[in-house]
């Protein structure tokens, strides 16, 4: 395992002898050996589909909050170039914004238009009005809202995961220690 991740139990010699199991012999009897075998390789399958929809989840989130953290300095820069006065006009030119998505340092006015964040594409860049400058405003906060609710809804499901996640792996512990407990159990009868 490196940096956390779990390994692909899809591919492990006991899943792929499962897949190949007969579990019932001749007469149709079933091996109990077979099924907890089954059981267990059901459980390590599911285990690892909910851990990959964990790491894809979580690379959506952080990805997001990419997005949030330029969007934070977007908003930051938006209000630096606000005028004083009401009556005032700003300027958005001499600002440059890093674009955590890309790592690169972008123009504010560039970064703005891209993403439809400008209430008014036609807006004069160098001469902004302070009603356009507050709708600027508005417009990210309400991007930064909105991203925010799908955090928590994203953080919610995450957490619902990681529980089910767990007790995936109690299950097969327990199966584990039961397939073992049986093991020990009758080769101490073998013996006597």
């Given amino acids: 395992m490196d940096n956390g991740s779990m390994p692909d139990f899809n591919d492990t010699p ?38 990959t929809e964990m790491k894809n989840l979580t690379k959506v989130m952080q990805q997001r909050n990419k997005k949030l953290q330029t969007l934070g300095e977007a ?20 600002y440059n914004i890093m674009d955590y998505e ?3 340092s972008i123009p504010l006015e ?18 902004v009005k302070y009603t356009q400058l507050q709708g600027i405003v508005s417009t990210i906060q309400n991007k ?8 928590q809804t ?23 220690s039961k397939a073992s407990d049986t093991k020990d159990r009758i080769l101490a009868n073998m013996k006597s």
Avoid: F
């Avoid at 579990?23 to 399958?45: E, F, K, P, Y």
């Avoid at 560039?110 to 001469?127: E, S, V, W």
């Fill in 144 to 151: 930064q809202d909105s991203l925010n609710n799908d955090s």
């Fill in 75 to 94: 908003l930051s820069a938006v209000q630096s170039a606000m005028p004083s006065k009401p009556d005032e006009k700003g300027s958005i030119v001499k």
């Fill in 110 to 127: 560039q970064y703005l238009r891209y993403h439809n964040l400008l209430p008014d594409p036609t807006i004069n860049a160098d001469k």
């Fill in 14 to 51: 006991l899943i792929r002898d499962m897949s190949e199991t007969n579990l019932s012999d001749d007469s149709g009897n079933t091996d109990g050996g077979d099924v907890s075998g089954l059981i267990l390789a059901i459980m390590l399958r599911q285990s690892n589909t909910v851990y």
């Fill in 102 to 104: 890309t790592g690169w």
């Fill in 154 to 176: 994203d953080s919610l499901r995450i957490q619902s995961m990681t529980n089910t996640y767990n007790k995936c792996l109690d299950q097969t512990s327990s199966v584990l």
